[in-house]
């Protein structure tokens, strides 16, 4: 194992990362991959509380987390890292032609996104977002917790919100 | 504005928790109608936040109950308590901490009360 999970997921650290899927999954450590956080040591505390202690939390901008991905490959724990968007997540597939599945988390209801499924909401150019970031060979799914299905792309972008 | 001057706290978790829990204290005391519920089902971070902030605005109440340390709501509450808005947070709740508020208790009381209900219940095994 090492960092083999690339989730977007608008709420960042939380529930389903630190429980949902740290604990099944045995988790060693998150790359927390945003600029805002990064930038604002009261926002890496904020994070820091909410992971258990032998879970190890790691911040970075798009440009450090690059540099730095043959480090976190190397180690031995099972990883996560997370995004708050699809373009931060887009840019870090850009440099790393070895990343090769993003896992959407979740993307919830803001002002102009609609429902595709109940916990991914998007607008027409997150959608275009995707399907640019697939055409790259990024093969993009969608599923929550560990114990629900991973849905590909294309049943993402014709869901209703209801699955 | 007018507040809810009967609700004293929030409730705050993941899909039906809040209300969940809030039915089992009515059940218990009949005194459900001093909480007020919030999800964070289907909500991006910024609208859990305003969630809350609306749902003590209205009420009047500075205590927040939410379910898990490490979930939204209770990462949405902490930022506002980051930010100096006088919020007590109680999270990890079960449902004799809520109940010992709702009986008048304060929320460390409350808490330790909670803490003192956690057992782990072992009988012999036969063999």
Redesign the interface.
Known sequence: MSLEIFRID??????Q???GWGQPCGLGFLVLVDDAVVGSE?EQE??R???PPEMDVFFDSVDSAATRMAEYRADGRPGLLLTGDIATMAALAARLPELRTVTIGG????EGRVPRL??V?LTLAEEQQLQALAATGVTVLAQDVPSGAAIPLEDVLSGDGTR | MTTNSTVRAVVAGHGTFAVGIISAVDQITGLGDQFVAVSNSGLAPAAIEEQVRNALASSGATVVFTDLPAGSCTMAVRRMTKLGAGITLVTGVTLPTLLAFALGADPAEAVARGKESLLLIESPRVP
Not at chain 1, 10 to 15: A, Q, T
Not at chain 1, 107 to 110: D, E, L, R
């Open positions: 608008d709420r960042l650290i939380h529930g990362v630190v429980v009261w904020l994070y509380m909410g992971v993307i919830h209801h803001q109940r916990y909401f």
